[in-house]
Structures are given as structure tokens and as C-alpha cells.
């Protein structure tokens, strides 16, 4: 079965260090890989996706993300955390349709 | 452009009641989604859309139905509400590979 997992229910990181949100993905074929976040009470946000090529992507706010092929992780970093990026990163794929991690709550702390 | 737009934003039912929910889209996208979040499971998709007049099961279909009469309206019915479907309820449309999110529906069956 197709499916993506993120390991970490919270992610804890003081402002100015850098962060690092984790994500594996099981699937069969080349995947697409993509990050959302979520902030409080509102629709998830695209952040940024993989579909080929160089393995590190960038996407909105300063994020960005490695593929991995052999490892299966496709981990979203940035290299200087701000109290805005708290929030709720969701992991997914594309099989035809999205499938979504259970999500990582991120907490940046002054 | 509004993007992607929901309503009602909150709803209490009683079990057994119905509702409708309605998504709405202004970017003129073919595709279109209906999801449920619940803590710690992610976003899980309940129909989606390919176009005006074609709907399709996701992955927890049950209980629930949708109609897509217009390019830009999605609805999604409650026949009969049961406590397992309090949730919040996401609307999305899609561009290529990116997914526009709504501001969600927060439901509560009592």
C-alpha cells in the first residue's frame, strides 16, 4: 500500500536554529512528493513539491526539502527558524490522488 | 480572486439530521476535493471531482454523498448525521499539482 509517515507529532526548535520536519513515503514508481502547512484555523497552504530532478527543492517562506531515493524521505528544513512557522506541516503524495501524513505540529520558541 | 471558499464555517447537528455543505471555486480549476481532518489522522478524502458532472469515491466515503452540477460548486450531503462524522471539513481545487485549500467546515453531531 501506498502511504507516507512522519515520525515526529511535535517538533520543538528555539527561533534562529534551524529545523528539520521529517518524512518517509512508501510507494510504488517515482513519487511526488509535497509539503503543506497549516496554521491555526485555517486551509492547508502549499509549501512545496518534488516531482523530478534536482533532489533539493524550494518552496515559500525560506522552506525547503531533500529527496532522498534511498533512504524514501523527502524531510522539509529551513535553516533559520521563526516564531511564525509554528504551525502544522502535512507530508504527501501523489498516487493519483494526495495522500497525507498524520502531520508534525512544528513549535519555534523566542 | 476568493480562491476557494466554504460554507457554513461551524455547524452543530443532531444525529440523524442532514446538511449540506458547499464549496465554492473561483480560479476555474477541474478538480476538486472534499477532505476530513481529525486529530492525528491527517486529512483523509471523502469524494473528489474530475469535472462538471463526474464525482468519484475516495477513501472514507461512507455516509456521505456530493454533487458537482457547475465547474465551480462541490457539495458535499450528510443524509443522516452520526457522532463519527464530527470533524472539519476541507474543500479543495486543484492546478497542476498544486491543491488550493478552503478555510474549512467545523462540524459537531451531537
Known amino acids: 500500500a501506498q502511504s507516507v509517515a512522519q515520525p515526529e507529532d511535535q517538533v520543538n526548535v528555539a527561533e534562529g536554529n534551524p529545523l528539520t520536519v521529517k518524512c518517509t513515503y512508501s510507494v510504488s514508481g517515482n513519487p511526488y512528493l509535497f509539503w503543506y502547512v497549516q496554521y491555526p484555523n485555517r486551509g492547508l497552504q502549499f509549501l512545496l513539491k518534488y516531482i523530478t530532478g534536482d533532489n533539493l527543492v524550494k518552496g515559500s517562506y525560506g522552506f525547503e526539502a531533500e529527496f532522498n531515493k534511498s533512504q524514501t524521505s523527502f524531510h522539509l528544513k529551513k535553516p533559520s527558524a521563526l516564531v511564525s512557522d509554528s504551525a502544522l506541516y502535512f507530508c504527501?503524495?501523489?498516487?493519483?490522488?494526495?495522500?497525507f501524513g498524520q502531520g508534525t505540529t512544528l513549535q519555534v520558541k523566542p | 480572486n476568493a480562491g476557494v471558499t466554504q460554507t457554513p464555517k461551524f455547524r452543530v447537528l443532531k444525529t440523524g439530521q442532514s446538511m449540506t455543505l458547499l464549496c465554492a471555486q473561483d480560479?476555474?480549476?477541474?478538480?476538486m476535493y472534499w477532505y476530513r481532518q481529525d486529530p492525528g489522522m491527517g486529512l483523509r478524502l471523502i469524494h473528489y471531482?474530475?469535472?462538471?458532472?463526474?464525482?468519484a469515491k475516495g477513501e472514507v466515503p461512507d455516509g456521505y454523498n456530493v454533487s458537482r452540477l457547475k465547474k465551480q460548486n462541490f457539495l458535499l450531503g450528510l443524509e443522516s448525521a452520526a457522532p463519527s462524522q464530527t470533524s472539519v471539513y476541507f474543500c479543495?481545487?486543484?492546478?497542476?499539482?498544486?491543491?488550493?485549500f478552503g478555510p474549512g467546515t467545523r462540524l459537531t453531531v451531537t
Open positions: 471531482s474530475v469535472g462538471e458532472g463526474t464525482t
Open positions: 480560479m476555474n480549476h477541474e478538480y
Open positions: 479543495a481545487s486543484q492546478r497542476g499539482y498544486e491543491q488550493y
Open positions: 504527501a503524495v501523489e498516487t493519483g490522488k494526495l495522500i
